[in-house]
């Protein structure tokens, strides 16, 4: 059974990047049918797509943050990351990684609460 | 993209059915059978409880049943259990080639 685990720092400054690694335990990465994802949650409130990546590299991000994402892939070490950058409070958020299988996220991460503050 | 139109609170009694509603356009739900359902506990991640408007995965009771028409998706869950009580999303591929997902229904159970 595929799990995940975000990582990456709890406090970051804005105008800063936020970065966050997602490992991938039990399955590869390189699966084919899987895309791996990157979903938020300000507190209190809704779920927000970021964007996702198949292992090939291709990636989908969302319009309202394209401008401001990375997401990618590193197949040797069973990973793939985000980098949001130029953050503000309002990028304050858990942040989820999740796979998307089944034409909907089936796996989720735990979360990592990261907060943006000077 | 405009998040999904889900009532914000919905309740029930156990042992009875209750019907979440998911509202959103031709450009997402009503456009596509790639709706899903996520359960969520406070302080733990989402859960997915239905993908394709209506298919349970594995493991998922099959209290658990999801629908469509037009442009609004629903999710109603039969025999209320105390342990349903949660937020509820639902989300749908839009024609953006993107994912937006509806702003969470809380489920009492009375």
């Known amino acids: 059974q595929v799990q995940l685990q975000e990582s990456g720092p709890g406090l970051v400054k804005p105008s800063q990047t936020l970065s966050l690694t997602c490992t991938v335990s039990?399955?590869?990465?390189?699966?084919?049918?899987?895309?791996w994802s990157w979903i938020r949650q300000h507190p209190g409130k809704g779920l927000e797509w970021i964007g996702y990546?198949?292992?090939?590299?291709?990636?989908y991000y969302n319009p309202s943050l394209k401008s401001r994402v990375t997401i990618s892939v590193d197949t040797s070490k069973n990973q793939f990351s985000l980098k949001l950058s130029s953050v503000t409070a309002a990028d304050t958020a858990v942040y989820y990684c999740?796979?998307?299988?089944?034409?909907?996220?089936?796996?989720w991460g735990q979360g990592t609460m990261v907060t943006v503050s000077s | 993209q405009s998040a999904l139109t889900q009532p914000a609170s919905v309740s029930g009694s156990p042992g009875q059915s209750i019907t979440i509603s998911c509202t959103g356009t031709?450009?997402?739900?009503?456009?596509?059978?790639?709706v899903s359902w996520y359960q969520q506990h406070p302080g733990k991640a989402p859960k997915l409880m239905i993908y394709e408007v209506s298919n349970r995965p594995s493991g998922v009771s099959n209290r658990f049943s999801g629908s469509k028409s037009g442009n609004t998706a629903s999710l109603t869950i039969s025999g209320l259990q105390a342990e349903d009580e949660a937020d509820y999303y639902c989300?749908?591929?839009?024609?953006?080639?993107?994912?937006?997902f509806g702003g969470g229904t809380k489920l009492t159970v009375l």
């Open positions: 999740a796979s998307y299988r089944l034409d909907a996220f089936d796996i």
């Open positions: 990546i198949y292992y090939s590299g291709s990636t």
């Open positions: 031709s450009s997402d739900v009503g456009g596509y059978n790639y």
């Open positions: 989300s749908s591929y839009t024609s953006s080639s993107t994912w937006v």
């Open positions: 039990g399955g590869s990465i390189s699966s084919g049918g899987y895309y």
